[in-house]
């Protein structure tokens, strides 16, 4: 039981450190589906990356100045 | 091409650093504990791992529709590449300590002292345990980018070069590879996983990239400059006194 508790778990945190970060992740790429599906021009999916790349800055640095603040 | 290069290449590293970390705990178990049970207990996890790996890909290869494939499995690619991205950046920023396999080996050594009974069944769970978890990841590498990119025969033989290449590496020389760059390795997987897994999701939300594939190079470009960018501000921030 324990075994299987640990690969739910090991399998949750493949995707999932913090659910902020995730939600949000997860809710630029719902509105990137919404642009993209709806405007149809070449090259928009990059913004879709670029504000996924923005996120990685914002996630980070949140949780280094979390983690400095615990010290 | 550059797909089945690209797919190559982040099963195979992918299940490179994994491999690292699991033949660690398996060496950590044989050297103190015989070899017998913990070989029998990698044995299983590789059998598990292998079925897992024929079920799921044989299920998304067959039965999920193209552009579903790369829209569900691109998103949980994304997410995967951002959480080995995420940890590479706190790495990199020293916020969070570098995977250290010796210090790994220590602590599993230090769990495993004392008598040990001719079935070992502590030797076998653990060994079991740890190829097991660890192997999780590189299945779903595997199958989600060789699914996709409709490449699974490369991404396997990717996942299993790497397998065979740590486990030779680990026979030769019968202590924890210290010296491979692991977390260079899981920083170079983040981005490649993460780039592929954008091109990926957006293609089926119905995006077209310019170029093509080729794009994935420019996606990739973009985050690794975030990443540098997010390591530089962690940097430069003041310590609180």
Same mark, same amino acid.
């Given at each position: 039981?324990?075994?299987?508790? $640990?690969?739910?778990?090991?399998?949750?945190?493949?995707?999932?450190?913090?659910? $902020?970060?995730?939600?949000l992740?997860?809710?630029?790429?719902?509105?990137?589906?919404?642009?993209?599906?709806?405007?149809?021009?070449?090259? /928009?999916a990059?913004?879709? $990356?670029?504000?996924? $790349?923005?996120? /990685?800055?914002?996630?980070?640095?949140?949780?280094?100045?979390?983690?400095?603040?615990?010290? | 091409?550059?797909?089945?290069?690209?797919?190559?290449g982040?099963?195979?590293?992918?299940? #490179?650093?994994?491999?690292?970390?699991?033949?660690?705990?398996? %060496?950590?178990?044989?050297?103190?504990?015989?070899?017998?049970?913990?070989? +029998?207990?990698?044995?299983?996890?590789?059998?598990?791992?292998?079925?897992?790996?024929?079920?799921?890909?044989? %299920?998304?290869?067959? @039965?999920?529709?193209?552009?579903? %494939? @790369?829209?569900?499995?691109?998103? %949980?690619?994304?997410?995967?590449?951002?959480?080995?991205?995420? @940890?590479?950046?706190?790495?990199?920023?020293?916020?969070?300590?570098?995977? *250290?396999e *010796?210090?790994? +080996?220590?602590?599993?050594?230090?769990?495993?002292?004392?008598?040990?009974?001719?079935?070992?069944?502590?030797?076998?769970?653990?060994?079991? @345990?740890?190829?097991?978890?660890?192997?999780?990841?590189?299945?779903?590498?595997?199958? #989600?980018?060789?699914?996709?990119?409709?490449?699974?025969?490369?991404?396997?033989?990717?996942?299993?070069?790497?397998?065979?290449v740590?486990?030779?590496?680990?026979?030769?020389?019968?202590k924890?590879?210290?010296?491979?760059?692991?977390?260079?390795?899981?920083?170079?997987?983040?981005?490649?996983?993460?780039?592929?897994?954008?091109?990926?999701?957006?293609?089926?939300?119905?995006?077209?990239?310019?170029?093509?594939?080729?794009?994935?190079?420019?996606?990739?470009?973009?985050?690794?400059?975030?990443?540098?960018?997010?390591?530089?501000?962690?940097?430069?921030?003041?310590?609180?006194?």
């Amino acid at each position: 039981m324990r075994f299987i508790r $640990a690969a739910a778990q090991e399998v949750v945190g493949l995707f999932v450190g913090d659910w $902020a970060q995730t939600l949000l992740s997860v809710a630029i790429l719902a509105v990137g589906w919404l642009a993209l599906s709806r405007i149809h021009v070449i090259g /928009l999916a990059f913004v879709v $990356a670029t504000a996924l $790349a923005v996120q /990685l800055v914002y996630a980070t640095t949140v949780e280094a100045r979390k983690r400095a603040r615990a010290h | 091409m550059y797909a089945q290069v690209l797919t190559f290449g982040a099963a195979f590293l992918g299940s #490179a650093v994994e491999s690292v970390e699991a033949l660690t705990i398996v %060496l950590a178990v044989g050297l103190t504990r015989g070899w017998r049970s913990p070989l +029998y207990g990698t044995a299983v996890a590789l059998v598990s791992l292998a079925v897992l790996v024929l079920i799921f890909g044989q %299920l998304i290869v067959t @039965k999920v529709p193209e552009s579903t %494939l @790369k829209l569900i499995i691109g998103t %949980l690619i994304v997410l995967f590449g951002l959480r080995w991205l995420h @940890k590479a950046v706190l790495r990199s920023a020293g916020v969070i300590a570098m995977h *250290d396999e *010796d210090k790994s +080996y220590a602590d599993t050594v230090g769990e495993l002292q004392g008598t040990v009974a001719r079935q070992d069944w502590i030797g076998f769970t653990i060994a079991l @345990k740890g190829v097991f978890l660890e192997g999780l990841e590189v299945v779903f590498i595997v199958v #989600a980018v060789g699914g996709t990119s409709g490449g699974l025969p490369v991404a396997v033989a990717g996942g299993l070069a790497a397998m065979i290449v740590v486990a030779a590496m680990g026979l030769v020389v019968r202590k924890p590879l210290a010296q491979v760059p692991e977390n260079t390795l899981k920083y170079a997987v983040g981005l490649i996983l993460t780039s592929l897994g954008t091109f990926w999701v957006s293609e089926g939300m119905g995006a077209t990239w310019p170029l093509d594939f080729v794009s994935v190079f420019g996606i990739a470009v973009i985050y690794f400059g975030a990443s540098r960018v997010a390591v530089m501000l962690i940097q430069r921030r003041p310590v609180p006194a």
